[in-house]
């Protein structure tokens, strides 16, 4: 379907042609009146079934644009049985010679555009696409090429592609180069804030050529002989924020847009402050940060065997890196224990329990009589031998509640040992005590380490050793006093040594012979 210059088409006649697609074309052509105008004509064939929807967009296109000097105006539209036509404003010529229709692109052919001109041109651009996404709609087709200049003044044009609002993203709209990224090899976008979120997409490409002068395709390089000039500057940057390749970061919002050239505006009037380039990056920042962070939820969140592995492995790292709090007597809960046959008093965690021989006798006493279990003379033995462990105001000390139980036994007997202990040295005590205990609790038992301390100003010998290596350890204290020895034995479970070692030296502290 192509037309003659001089054709006279439903009273239009046609002059030159303008261009076209697969559906239409497009010429320039004067009415009856010699008003010279626009024509866009669509065949119905070669549309289809679709022609009646490109029919009613162009209807509601029509509507938006009565009070929109930055949009095209559509004048007349009609129909005939093979064809559909609409009249709009015909673009101003470049050439006095023929018409060649003054576009964006056309401009941008001879370098960037004039610095004094950007702004009003680019913000004209943009409260076109406002007044498009205001009213429901989008453009779908925003490039220097759809951008023509009428009396001087730049409109949106080639509506085609906005009149399909209700179709679903089947095929691809609008033109590559100025699609994001994502919508290039997908079908996402299909509904009409993905659209316009291409629309401002698609704006800051032409921000982009219009201060570079580059094709789309160069983007985001900046020419080298390029002067940055503020003005450069400060398209620059809402041309890469609304064309960030990353989706988080990208500016898709027709209100911050807005915001933004409003800004630059005020920059270009007075000047960009400290404040400006604070605010800047303080904002980029905090955006930048929160992108990378749900960019790393979002990978995790498809990876999550993989992090939940690594997760494990901080967790153990962070276990094994921080240092358990030192055990404070003064911060817990504490009993006294004071034993006048001991002749000794100290501080303990009041968990503890602490069985005193008068106490032990007690409850053999209640026992005598009401224990079933055994014979009379069982019980007797075993109290005989209970008495035996006691004689001398022996006290047992049982440590925390999980069974079976830490203890610690403390026994006092009558000697002068002193003078011995005091010029014997530790290596030589190690081997002394390590012949005593294996002769008392078999050869398998192993002294760790002997030590001579002073605690409560008394000479104390401390032995560390184990009886059954790997199961139990026992840290044995051995007070030297002038006229006896008081002998402390904490048994405790291997898995709990270095805990109860730790309390157990905090108790010492507390320690005072009467």
């Not at 006095?96 to 702004?119: H, I, M, V």
């Not at 006290?395 to 007997?413: A, H, L, M, R």
């Not at 294996?438 to 560390?464: F, H, N, W």
């Not at 502290?509 to 009467?514: A, I, M, P, Q, Y």
Request: a neutral charge; aromatic letters at 12%; glycine letters at 6%.
């Amino acid at each position: 379907m192509s037309y003659e210059t001089g054709t006279v088409y439903h009273g239009l006649t046609l002059g030159t042609f303008c261009g076209g697609g697969a559906y239409g074309e497009v010429y320039v052509c004067t009415d009856i009146s010699g008003r010279k105008l626009a024509v866009k004509i669509i065949s119905k064939t070669k549309l289809g079934d679709d022609w009646e929807r490109e029919l009613r967009g162009v209807s509601n296109y029509r509507k938006i644009t009565e009070n929109a000097p930055n949009l095209l105006q559509i004048y007349h539209v009609e129909e005939d049985a093979d064809t559909f036509f609409y009249t709009m404003e015909a673009a101003d010529s470049i050439s006095e010679d023929s018409y060649l229709a003054d576009t964006l692109a056309e401009r941008l052919k001879k370098g960037p555009l004039q610095q004094n001109n950007t702004f009003k041109i680019l913000r004209a651009i943009f409260d076109g696409i406002k007044t498009i996404h205001e009213a429901g709609f989008a453009h779908r087709d925003i490039k220097p090429d759809n951008i023509i200049f009428v009396k001087g003044q730049p409109k949106l044009s080639d509506i085609g592609l906005l009149s399909s609002l209700s179709a679903t993203y089947t095929q691809l709209a609008g033109t590559l180069d100025f699609l994001p990224p994502e919508e290039r090899s997908s079908d996402s976008g299909t509904d009409r804030k993905s659209r316009q979120k291409n629309d401002l997409y698609a704006f800051g490409k032409v921000i982009y050529c219009a201060v570079t002068g580059c094709s789309p395709q160069d983007f985001p390089t900046v020419p080298a002989e390029l002067p940055l000039t503020p003005e450069l500057k400060f398209f620059l940057l809402l041309a890469f924020r609304l064309c960030n390749k990353d989706v988080r970061l990208r500016l898709d919002s027709l209100k911050k847009t807005e915001e933004e050239l409003v800004l630059i505006e005020r920059k270009l009037l007075y000047g960009e402050t400290w404040h400006d380039k604070f605010d800047y990056a303080f904002q980029h920042g905090w955006q930048t940060f929160f992108a990378r962070l749900g960019g790393f939820f979002e990978w995790s969140r498809k990876h999550w065997i993989f992090m939940g592995l690594v997760l494990i492995v901080i967790i153990l790292l962070v276990w094994w890196a921080i240092p358990e709090k030192k055990f404070d007597i003064a911060e817990v809960k504490t009993q006294k224990l004071e034993s006048l046959p001991l002749k000794l008093s100290m501080t303990l965690p009041a968990q503890w329990t602490v069985l005193k021989a008068e106490t032990i006798r007690q409850e053999i006493a209640n026992r005598r009589n009401k224990q079933k279990a055994i014979s009379q003379e069982e019980f007797e033995k075993q109290v005989k031998q209970i008495e035996a462990q006691i004689a001398g105001g022996s006290c047992v000390i049982f440590i925390g509640y999980n069974k079976p139980q830490d203890f610690c036994i403390i026994q006092s007997s009558p000697g002068s040992y002193l003078p011995l202990y005091q010029n014997t040295t530790e290596d030589i005590l190690k081997y002394q005590f390590s012949e005593l205990f294996k002769s008392e609790s078999g050869p398998q038992t192993e002294v760790y380490e002997v030590r001579k301390l002073m605690i409560a100003d008394t000479l104390c010998i401390c032995t560390d050793l184990s009886a059954q290596p790997g199961k139990m350890r026992t840290l044995f204290y051995l007070f030297i006093r002038e006229n006896r020895i008081v002998k402390f034995f904490v048994n405790v479970k291997q898995e709990n040594y270095q805990r109860r070692r730790e309390e157990f030296t905090e108790c010492l502290k507390t320690l005072k012979f009467d």
